[in-house]
């Protein structure tokens, strides 16, 4: 295992297992099943900074987690129990403990599924050059963090690391995944937010947006995979903050980027070193998202 002087896991290292990274992830082949460990590490305008945010990973992890169990789709976990892991694991336990879960292989779909409660980010900056989001016209009158009158679909290719996921429409989505799997795609993403989403508000935070990804199982039943719902994934905003009209604070990794564009930084690897501050920031701001919506402390 590769940690950092702050104690972040910065790399997981199982001799003898097939890894594939991404990220934030590093996922090991264990024949029927895989091994997905977040590590610590921190990735923003799709570049991975050299330094880590110590237990930023089983934040993750652990939200991840409690969706799973909350959200109640078919979905690809096994167990998060790590005295149920293989014996070729026994040996890691210590460090994939809270950060690891043994999942299905499933067929991924090559479409990530964003769902759109509010209005912001790119979304916002589309509506306000064209009036749509996604090549969807809107109605005129919304603002910057404007509640959306419905729930938006608004899918993008899945890109290599290094590149950025390109927006595509529903039309684009048939031609990837064929019509009644995107319909399929479609409707669980806006039901599985809308369910997050009432949630949530009832627990003082807002998901302004989020990213689901999806396999296809091997009865051909769609599978909730990868991570669900965390601040990685999501945009959370504290109700108690929220104001239309300008971005609010939020529980997520827009802190990092913030200070990122203060530094001048040009969105090209390689990424600079956070300094301790922004470090303790960044743990502070996930750490409160994983408690607020789980009602749990951080194990």
């Given amino acids: 295992m590769k940690y950092d002087k702050n104690g972040a896991l910065l790399e997981c290292e199982i001799p003898g297992l097939e890894k594939k990274s991404g ?3 590093d996922v090991f082949d264990l024949g029927d099943t895989l091994l997905m460990v977040v590590t610590d590490r921190i990735s923003a305008f799709d570049v991975i900074l050299p330094t880590g945010v110590p237990g930023k990973g089983k934040v993750l ?5 409690f969706w799973l169990e909350f959200l109640g789709m078919k979905n690809h976990l096994v167990t998060a129990d790590t005295a149920k892991y293989p014996d070729v694991l026994k040996p890691y336990a210590a460090d994939l403990q809270g950060r690891s879960m043994l999942v299905r292989k499933v067929k991924m779909l090559e479409v990530e599924c964003i769902a759109r409660g509010y209005l912001t980010g790119s979304g916002w900056k589309e509506y ?19 509640k959306l009158d419905e729930v938006l679909f608004t899918p993008t290719t899945k890109a290599v690391i290094g590149d950025h996921d390109e927006a595509i429409d529903f039309a684009q989505t048939r031609a990837i995944v064929g019509d009644e799997t995107a319909a399929k795609l479609r409707d669980a993403t806006v039901s599985l937010y809308s369910k997050a989403a009432e949630y949530a508000l009832a627990h003082g935070i807002i998901i302004a947006d989020t990213k689901f990804e999806f396999g296809i199982d091997d009865d ?7 991570e669900v719902l965390t601040p990685d994934s999501s945009r959370f905003w504290p109700q108690a903050s929220y104001a239309v009209g300008s971005n ?3 529980l997520d990794k827009q802190f990092v980027r ?4 203060s530094i001048n930084f040009n969105h090209q690897p390689p990424g600079p070193e956070l300094p301790d501050d922004v470090i303790a920031k960044t743990r502070e701001i996930y750490v409160k998202a994983y408690e607020s919506l789980s009602g749990r402390k951080l194990a």
């Fill in 248 to 250: 609010p604070p939020s």
């Fill in 220 to 226: 051909g039943s769609l599978i909730l995979a990868d």
């Fill in 61 to 65: 992890n652990q939200l991840s987690l």
């Fill in 128 to 146: 306000s050059k064209s009036g749509t989001v996604n090549g969807q016209k809107l109605r005129a009158g919304y603002q910057n963090a404007s």
């Fill in 23 to 25: 990220k934030v992830r």
């Fill in 258 to 261: 913030d200070w990122l564009d």
